[in-house]
């Protein structure tokens, strides 16, 4: 059976902002973050493939100035919000990996890979 968590209201996200997620996996802590666009969502792994660090510098804060990118605070690198593509930095190329989710009467629900 597949596994699901159920993480939150889609309208807990301020549009163009993120939010961070912690969940259990296999007894360890995984940091997500999920974008909101309208009613449009994108999660990935809170973890930059740069130097694995969290991409947030501080709570909920995830996009460049303009929210118009995924913004890793560490060194500056910045990726597509769409499909997590580093586009300037240090690891131009690499990508954040993607989340599986669905929104169920407007709540968000991470479906885990098998
Ligand atoms: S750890 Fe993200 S840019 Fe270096």
Request: charged share 20%; hydrophobic share 35%.
């Amino acid at each position: 059976m597949t596994e699901e968590t159920v993480l939150g209201l889609l309208a807990d996200i301020p549009d163009g902002e993120g939010k961070e997620y912690t969940i259990e996996n296999d007894d360890e802590e995984v940091g997500l973050f999920v974008v909101r666009q309208g009613t449009a969502f994108y999660g990935y792994v809170n973890y930059c493939p740069h130097a694995g660090t969290p991409l947030n510098w501080e709570g909920d804060r995830f996009m460049t100035l303009d929210k118009k990118h995924i913004l890793c605070a560490t060194h500056g690198a910045t990726f597509n919000i769409h499909d997590g593509v580093c586009i300037s930095g240090p690891c131009v190329g690499d990508w954040l990996a993607p989340l599986n989710l669905r929104l169920e009467d407007g709540v968000l629900v991470l479906i885990h890979p098998d």
